[in-house]
């Protein structure tokens, strides 16, 4: 047992430079693939109405893109934390949260537009 307390708790230096980005990286993944699974729920109930039909064919795509981004992040990004420099992406997160904010009211007027 005082072996335990004699080791330092914190990890080696350099041992999780690649973490960061790969939790990031699958963090970006759950979000596609909620961003996909709610699009394909607005097509579900959009029917046969073509207006209706746009805002999740949009949210595909914007899933799809959100994907290749992040895959295409994800090596800058460790190369980055490894240079000690924020992987932060403001643009990607603006353009997303401005895709879920448009997905989420063209789902609303959806809803309100079929329940009458």
Do not use: C, K, N
Not at 16 to 42: D, H, K, P
Not at 76 to 93: E, F, H, K, N, T
Request: positive net charge.
């Amino acid at each position: 047992m005082t072996g335990l307390s004699s080791r330092s708790s914190g990890p080696e230096p350099g041992a999780g430079v690649g973490l960061q980005a790969e939790r990031t990286s699958i963090a970006w993944q759950r979000t596609a693939l909620t961003l996909t699974a709610f699009s394909v729920l607005i097509l579900h109930a959009a029917d046969r109405q073509r207006l209706g039909q746009i805002p999740g064919a949009l949210g595909i795509a914007a899933a799809l893109w959100l994907l290749f981004a992040a895959e295409r992040r994800y090596s800058s990004s460790r190369q980055l934390v490894r240079d000690g420099r924020s992987p932060v992406a403001p643009r990607m997160i603006r353009a997303l949260a401005l895709a879920v904010v448009g997905l989420a009211a063209a789902a609303f007027v959806l809803l309100v537009l079929t329940s009458r």
